[in-house]
């Protein structure tokens, strides 16, 4: 269990990511990267409700007080997975 001194979060796992700026908790060092930003003399912090895509959804969402990328549908994974099947295979032709 990990806690912050300046707020009153806690969160487990190693792979989380606390902000001690804005004291947000974030689900992976890669998304609390995204939210940051160099403006600043230590750089700065951008609202998470503002990290939004082209077409305005959400990047992350809050879960449990833990900011994550959005649950992908059923149709997602399957294009994802369809996706990374194609690179591999790509890879493989290039040999
Ligand atoms: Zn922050
Ligand atoms: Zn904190």
Known sequence: MHTCGGCTATWTGTRKAHCSGC?????????????????GEHGSCVDPT?????AGRPKVVLRDGVWGGPERTEAQKEALARMWAERKS?????K
Not at 24 to 30: L, Q, S, Y
Not at 90 to 94: A, M
């Open 23 to 39: 004291h947000t908790t974030w689900a992976t060092v890669r998304l609390f990267d995204r939210h940051r930003c160099a403006e």
């Open 90 to 94: 790509g890879q493989d032709g290039r």
């Open 50 to 54: 503002s990290l939004v895509d082209g």
